[in-house]
DNA sequence: CTAATGTCTTTTATCGTGAAAAAACAGTTT
DNA sequence: AAACTGTTTTTTCACGATAAAAGACATTAG
């Protein structure tokens, strides 16, 4: 089906189901401006939305008028794999094959393949492949074809070392922040929800990495650098892969995080540049310690 | 002309041009797979080189044997402007409207338009703009277009920032490399380009800016993270465009910087981390300055 | 007269296509 | 038989075209 296929409408799809779950809550619904600023898409796919919805008896609308007729049943909802962005497909394709083994460091990538075996452009595979280049995992080599670094020791070790450079430097900043900062109201929700979710840890377990996310990028905001903010999408994209690959002791290990986060963050309320170091490093080398276990051991150099 | 272009052959312009070069040298020519292995080509783009010396009389040309019958004359070469990748082109002509004024920060960048303007379809432009983003000079709006966030004054300090944490820590790890690493061969060899040069500078001060890559992608290499060393290509793109645009008093601030990258060598050498952390501070100070005084002073903002 | 809706235009995202260049394969030469 | 040349196949690079989505403009309702 569809060979023709110029471009998915997966915005629309995502924000269609989106729309479905406010209208839970209401008996009419906004303007179409304020529709589009509260589901983050244009006017003109909100009234797609609206059209579809009128369609399927959902609302009645007629100009300013978009009353609720029922509460949306499950098959109203597009299906979930229908909403993801081109760029996610391929990037998820492309990690499963990468974590699922058989990817050795050095392996040629071949653009032609991978948009066939995904079921996509070439077009789309490139720019893909450029954007993940800065990821650090794989290299371009001068008018020819892509090269796997592999997701190694090394990779893990280079990459967690700026990490805690940065993360280090951002800190400090962050203690140096002015009293009246926004930041330290959103540090104080932060250990709100850190406490609570320590409390049901046993059940909510798996909602600590988006926490862990979260805290980071906070810290990392207080630098005011670009280059520093922008390589926590670095950080984030091997964390994210490497909680869903990784689920040993995945309980016990949050558990952990989660105090050496709250001890963090006391650090950080206290201004004490000297706990806050310590606090930090303690957490980054825990974090490191977890990130290593997770990657197989590489074989020593061999001596011929 | 030409609009049904589909890909320029640049590659093989380039290397012809390459190739005539090396014709004043020898009278004869290697065979296929080492000449391509000499010019980073493929053989087959070696083969159609060698295809059109023969047509235009340059070489005889049969099988093994390839005589040169006549130096290449000033007009056998291609046109230097047909010899650039199109990521060439489309980066200078993007740098050239940045610089050139009139590009606010917050600006919108439309791709079909600079697509038009600089004469190439949209798909070049628009992997470019992906490729070029880690820059930090510009960033996507989700579904939505680019924005321009202006070579400013605060760029250039967090560009430096990171540059100065990385610098530091590469030098540190350039000393403790151990005394048979050839890097010790190649700093020896750079402080001699440095002494002729500094002997030459009257004339030969615009080559500085070669040497200055050299030097720091030398020191960046022992850090040993790829990270550090691909951040690097930032500033070395920076600084390019940097050299072009601010030719203020360039011999004398390259004096300065060669002294300045002596002194640094020399500390190196000694191994003595409290003298290297000097002499590489000192030079980066003075480097960021520099960079400081090319950018045009901002409004401080307004109070309204 | 402001803020919405209705309509039209522009821009982005994605594909298939074809030429340039690389890479693989087959046949020769020394 | 090793290394080269001749030939064929693959892959990358760049384009124009087209649907989705954004955005601009014109009109109408409150």
Known sequence: MGQGMSKSNNV???????????LDETRSLPSEPELGALLGVSRTTVRSILARMEETGLIAWNKRAKTVLRDPHPDDFFPEEETDTLA?????????????????????INELELAREIGVGTTSVREFLIRFSRFGLIEKRRNSHWVLKGFTRAFALELTEIREMFE????AAFTALPQDSPVWGDLDRLEGEHRVLAREIATRFNEFSELDERLHRLIHRASRNRFIVDFYDVIAMIF???YQWNKAQERERNEVAIGEHLAYIEALKSRDLGKVDAACRRHLKSAR?????????SRPPQKS
């Open 12 to 22: 629309y799809k995502d924000a269609y189901n989106r729309c479905l779950r406010l």
């Open 88 to 108: 996610e497909i391929i990037e998820r394709s492309f990690m499963r094959r990468l974590l699922a083994g058989g990817a050795e460091a050095g392996m040629q």
């Open 289 to 297: 310690q977890t990130l290593l276990t997770s990657i197989p051991e």
């Open 240 to 242: 994210h892969y490497h």
């Open 168 to 171: 280090l430097r951002s800190a």
